[in-house]
């Protein structure tokens, strides 16, 4: 019966502070004005600075609000204003980078995307998908605009934009456009950038981006998931309190077994 007893809040304590690492992706790092998410097919809700997000979620900013979201290998992302943005698909694993599987989607608005650790060691694994074109990169640091044409400038490193047209590259300094999927994207002088366009392009610059840093997300997430460091330890003091109730009952006594649960 002790055995069992000790077994048994010990798994419950092990899943307690298990479970929320297994699924922290990322979290909001900072949030302006109304931002708004919403997982699978659940109504959209407002969100805070360092709320957990993960995979299957849609992020909405309305007039005037932005979102600065940092995944755990440290890729981050700015969304501008008037957004809407999808995170489809997210996978990383610091020791296996076979795993690495980032799958984001602009559906309107604007962002900034600026590279983690995934597009150091797997350049394959990133892939931006947008009306008129999904965006590869090489250790990049870029912008994108849907105004019908889309709009890009590269920052650092290197873009690809393929559609149903083929494949162009733009390195850092350049600006591009693409007009609908079945057009190759073509680059284009900054100056020749709609002034909302590159008014909302020098803002998503101006936002400072820290140094990236896999894991960076995982310990805040797994605070934003609701399971504290501190609930953690008030459960393993409880087995200790647990474990000295048994050493003190008699052999032959009966124990009542109490089951940790998470709520």
């Known amino acids: ?104 989607q602009l559906l309107k608005g604007a962002m900034r995307s600026v590279s983690g650790l995934i597009a150091s060691r797997s350049q394959q694994a990133f892939a931006l998908l947008a009306p008129q074109a999904t965006i590869g990169i090489r250790g990049t640091d870029f912008m994108i605009a849907l105004v019908n044409p889309a709009y890009l400038s590269v920052l650092q490193g290197t873009i690809s934009a393929s559609n149903a047209a083929g494949t ?14 079945t057009t190759l994207a073509a680059a284009i002088p900054a100056s020749a950038l709609p002034p909302s366009v590159a008014s909302t392009f020098s803002n998503l610059s101006s936002v400072a981006i820290g140094a990236a840093g896999a894991g960076a997300g995982a310990a805040s997430g797994a605070a934003a998931g609701g399971i504290s460091a501190g609930m953690v330890a008030a459960g393993v003091a409880m087995v200790g309190v647990a474990a000295a109730a048994a050493s003190s009952s008699s052999g032959e006594q009966q124990m009542t077994t109490t089951t940790v649960t998470t709520h």
């Not at 809040?9 to 900072?30: D, K, R």
């Not at 932005?66 to 610091?94: A, C, P, W």
């Not at 162009?168 to 999927?181: D, R």
């Open 168 to 181: 162009a590259s733009f390195a850092a300094g350049a600006t591009a456009t693409v007009a609908s999927s």
């Open 1 to 104: 019966m002790r055995r069992s007893f000790l077994f048994t809040v010990c798994f419950s304590l092990w899943i307690l502070a298990a479970a929320p690492l297994a699924h922290a992706n990322g979290v909001f790092q900072s949030v302006r004005g109304d931002v708004r998410a919403a997982a699978g097919m659940a109504a959209p809700t407002s969100v805070a600075a360092n709320q957990q997000i993960v995979p299957g979620t849609t992020v909405t900013t309305g007039p005037g609000a932005q979102t600065i979201i940092r995944f755990d290998d440290g890729h981050t992302v700015v969304l501008n204003e008037n957004t809407e943005f999808r995170v489809n698909q997210y996978s990383f694993d610091k020791d296996k980078p076979q795993s690495d599987n980032v799958a984001l």
